[in-house]
T-cell receptor, first 115, second 112 residues
Framework: DTGVSQDPRHKITKRGQNVTFRCDPISEHNRLYWYRQTLGQGPEFLTY????????KSRLLSDRFSAERPKGSFSTLEIQRTEQGDSAMYLC?????????????FGPGTRLTVL | SQQGEEDPQALSIQEGENATMNCSYK?????LQWYRQNSGRGLVHLIL?????REKHSGRLRVTLDTSKKSSSLLITASRAADTASYFC????????????FGTGTKLQVIP
């Protein structure tokens, strides 16, 4: 199965530490998305890449957050100086602009707990 | 911010019964999608309906879309315990790329 994969699946960190998450999209997909989901809520859009270009960032993405997709394949999401409010599930999705529906396929997520 | 609101927030039914979930949204859309999420897991795409479609079926799923009322419904027939999950609607806006906005979800429990 070559679905979207995310690493790590769980991360526990202390407030003030930096964390980095990785997402590997479906290989032929050129679009990649990051979302954040808190308990009882739907996913909230964070940022979007088409190939290596970051085309949109949500206002939710403060200056402590940075995302990259250097070669248009995998992506990383880094959170600097983590805060307890950053505790959430971070979801990655990918899609292909070559399809008529551009359906997004999600990875299993990385659950972040900030102590 | 969430684009859509699902109704009800939670639903509990017996196995074999039908489950209906509703989604309302605010802006013009290109398409509307429904996703399922099992507890603590990623989202699984279920079905997509385009803005020019009114009804769509996939297996035990039936989706309707009323663009004049900005609402959609998801019907799961003959529910099974394995259908227990949260269900989210997600809308893609008219024009531009497909930035999808999710609703708040309906938590469905199917009791064996």
């Amino acid at each position: 199965d070559t679905g979207v994969s995310q690493d790590p699946r769980h991360k526990i960190t202390k407030r003030g530490q930096n964390v980095t998450f990785r997402c590997d999209p479906i290989s032929e997909h050129n679009r990649l998305y990051w979302y954040r989901q808190t308990l009882g809520q739907g996913p909230e859009f964070l940022t979007y890449f088409q190939n290596e270009a970051q085309l949109e960032k949500s206002r939710l993405l403060s200056d402590r957050f940075s995302a990259e997709r250097p070669k248009g394949s995998f992506s990383t999401l880094e959170i600097q100086r983590t805060e307890q409010g950053d505790s959430a599930m971070y979801l990655c999705a990918s899609s292909s602009s070559g399809t008529s529906t551009d359906t997004q396929y999600f990875g299993p997520g990385t659950r972040l707990t900030v102590l | 911010s969430q684009q859509g609101e699902e109704d009800p927030q939670a639903l509990s039914i017996q196995e074999g019964e039908n489950a209906t979930m509703n989604c309302s949204y605010k802006t013009s859309i290109n398409n509307l999608q429904w996703y399922r999420q099992n507890s603590g897991r990623g989202l699984v795409h279920l079905i997509l309906i385009r803005s020019n479609e009114r009804e769509k079926h996939s297996g035990r799923l039936r989706v309707t879309l009323d663009t004049s009322k900005k609402s959609s419904s998801l019907l799961i027939t003959a529910s099974r315990a394995a259908d227990t999950a949260s269900y989210f609607c997600a809308t893609a806006p008219s024009g531009g790329y497909q930035k999808v906005t999710f609703g708040t979800g309906t938590k469905l429990q199917v009791i064996p």
